[in-house]
């Protein structure tokens, strides 16, 4: 996030009936787009820990032979 300020809340307006959106309205859809992603990368980890989990157990059970 190393773009200048006029770079990340300035876009384009291709429609020109659309009135031009707020920096309130582009932060929140920003914001909205970041805790989706978090949500994603949340679902990855838990599925991630679940498989290491599973592994751990394979593990043990081949340690303990």
Do not use: C, F, G, W
């Not at 773009?3 to 384009?12: G, V």
């Not at 929140?28 to 949340?42: F, G, V």
């Not at 498989?51 to 059970?61: A, F, G, K, N, P």
């Amino acid at each position: 996030m190393e773009q200048d300020y006029s770079e990340r809340y300035s876009e384009p307006y291709s429609d020109s009936y659309r009135a031009p959106r707020s920096e309130t309205e582009i932060l929140i859809e920003r914001l909205d787009k970041l805790t989706m992603t978090l949500e994603k990368q949340h679902e990855n980890h838990d599925r991630l820990m679940s498989l290491l989990e599973r592994q751990m157990t394979v593990i043990e059970r081949l340690l303990l032979r």
